[in-house]
């Protein structure tokens, strides 16, 4: 049975797993890295809105927001920025949108993207004044470098050349016509001024490489299947069996029978942090909830709560962003789904909002050919990245007893 759990998990998730990692790898390939910094780079509001914006439509489930959120971190962009995006890609998106209309009734539909955008702002804030401190702290430790010249007191000056030159006499003293530029000397007027010394500005450039649409393709798929499976299988199978355990052990009336109030909304998150879940699987699950008897808030709780803190996510919040991010990230994300969840049922009880569930027959949300063959593919490529892991442990272990 536990098995069996195991494999329609992975098989359920395979398909949004490598729409995830090719998404990413042709984020990389084709969005100039220094672009992503400035979008996304910096601590303040600005930047973590608008990856709370960009994640929000994007069809990922959990799993396929981790290499999404890497690649964004490793391009430039910050804590915050990273964690809103980690947030608000899996609570919500374009499909769970429309299934939470047909499911859960128009009221939720409006709610539950809204609830998430806020919860992934809350959460990059708390991420990012986290990261503040840290910087501060950092600059406060480490004293500034004085340079070898006075560079300050002295403005760089342009010079024409002329007939008869002359040499520099001091350290910052402009020059006409050297061999070798001076510290801090500006270069001769020229079509294209060279800043070459220690305290003038440096006219960074970085070129477009001239590749064909066909070559990045293939550099964005090389780089999917390659980096980005190796620094994400371990959490996303340690994720997926802990799901398993959780639907093979857990009592199917555990969720069920807390009813209302905070208590139920306390045992969302209590359950949905170990399950791995998307925002478009976890919709029909809400529906059965909500027929059951569990209140609107406390489905929102679980449909918030259950994609953005399964262990896989947490597990690479924890290496990518650091362990003090992680409490900043779990706050959030559960403060404002447990907030989100109380004015939804304000909203219900005082205005009478209708949040009724319509489920009809049990079907799949792809075709079983795409399933499986994406589980296939899936496969070999964890089972390449274990494969190399374990030579390259076992050659370490030879190397350390042969030495």
């Known amino acids: 049975m536990l098995l069996n759990n195991f494999t329609s ?12 990692l090719v998404l990413s790898g042709l984020l990389k390939t084709f969005i100039p890295m220094h672009h992503i910094h400035n979008w996304l780079g910096g601590h303040g509001f600005k930047s973590t809105v608008k990856a709370a914006l960009l994640g929000a439509p994007l069809p990922l489930c959990s799993c396929g927001v981790i290499p999404a959120a890497i690649t964004l971190r490793r391009a430039g962009a910050s804590k915050a920025a990273t964690t809103s995006f980690l947030v608000s890609t899996p609570e919500t998106g374009v499909d769970s949108i429309t299934i939470s209309y047909v499911l859960l009734g128009p009221f939720m539909a409006i709610v539950r993207p809204i609830a998430a955008i806020i919860s992934a702002i809350t959460a990059g804030l708390l991420v990012g004044r986290d990261e503040q401190k840290e910087e501060e702290a950092d600059q406060g430790v480490v004293k500034p470098v004085k340079s070898s010249c006075n560079c300050e007191k002295t403005k760089p000056t342009y010079t024409f050349v002329s007939k008869a030159p002359t040499k520099a006499t001091s350290c910052c003293a402009s020059s006409k016509e050297t061999e070798t530029p001076s510290c801090c000397s500006s270069n001769e007027i020229t079509e294209e001024p060279v800043a070459s010394s220690c305290c003038s500005s440096t006219k960074i450039t970085d070129p477009p490489k001239k590749e064909s649409f066909f070559l990045r393709i293939i550099k964005a798929v090389t780089f999917a299947a390659t980096d980005l499976v190796r620094d994400t299988t371990i959490w996303l199978l340690i994720g997926l069996s802990f799901a398993a355990i959780v639907q093979t052990y857990v009592p199917s009336d555990f969720m069920t029978q807390w009813g209302d109030g905070v208590l139920a909304m306390m045992a969302m998150v209590i359950i949905s942090v170990p399950m791995y879940i998307c925002a478009t699987a976890s919709t029909p699950i809400a529906a059965g909830l909500l027929l059951t008897g569990v209140s609107p808030g406390a489905v929102l709780v679980f449909m918030l709560a259950g994609p953005a803190t399964n262990i896989a996510t947490l597990g690479v919040v924890a290496q990518e962003l650091g362990k003090r991010a992680l ?77």
């Open 9 to 20: 998990l992975f098989l359920e998730s395979a398909p949004w797993l490598l729409l995830g």
């Open 327 to 403: 409490w900043g990230y779990i706050g959030g994300v559960v403060g404002v789904a447990i907030i989100s969840g109380f004015v939804v049922n304000f909203l219900v009880n005082t205005f009478g909002f209708v949040v009724m569930p319509q489920i009809g027959g049990e079907h799949a949300l792809l075709p079983n050919a795409i399933t499986y063959t994406a589980g296939i593919i899936l496969a070999i490529l964890m089972a390449r990245v274990l494969f190399k892991k374990l030579t390259a442990k076992f050659s370490k272990k030879e190397s350390s007893c042969c030495a």
